[in-house]
């Protein structure tokens, strides 16, 4: 079985960083698609960032494009969120999730248990 446990936030000041890890383990991490979910208060689950299995091949939304990284270490079972330029839009409880696709609807099979980042202004 599949656990995924995310750590690495908290509370930071609008224009600063934050960097998220979500532990893998349970299965071969190196063949699965890891990505990154965030919902803030009052609004539903929205997809923020992704990294394939293989190539370690990035995607984004647009909202967080050009502020936030997305990367792997395969030897450690962990992926990684680097956030800068964090805005007080960026507060909401992030999710790492898992699959062998991506789905950035939400419909992937592992989900960690979320984790809370607060920016404030």
């Known amino acids: 079985q599949v656990q995924l446990v995310e750590s690495g936030g908290g509370l930071v000041q609008a224009g600063g960083s934050l960097r998220l890890s979500c532990t893998f383990s349970g299965r071969a991490f190196s063949s699965y698609v890891m990505a990154w979910f965030r919902q803030a208060p009052g609004k539903e689950r929205e997809f923020v960032a992704a990294?394939?299995?293989?190539?370690?091949?990035?995607y984004y939304a647009d909202s967080v494009k050009g502020r936030f990284t997305a990367s792997r270490d395969n030897a450690r079972n962990t992926v990684y969120l680097q956030m800068n330029s964090l805005k007080p839009d960026d507060t909401a409880v992030y999710y790492c999730?898992?699959?062998?696709?991506?789905?950035?609807?939400?419909?992937?099979?592992?989900w960690g248990k979320g984790i809370l980042v607060t920016v404030s202004s």
């Open positions: 990294i394939s299995a293989l190539l370690g091949t990035t």
């Open positions: 999730a898992a699959d062998s696709r991506l789905s950035a609807s939400g419909d992937m099979d592992y």
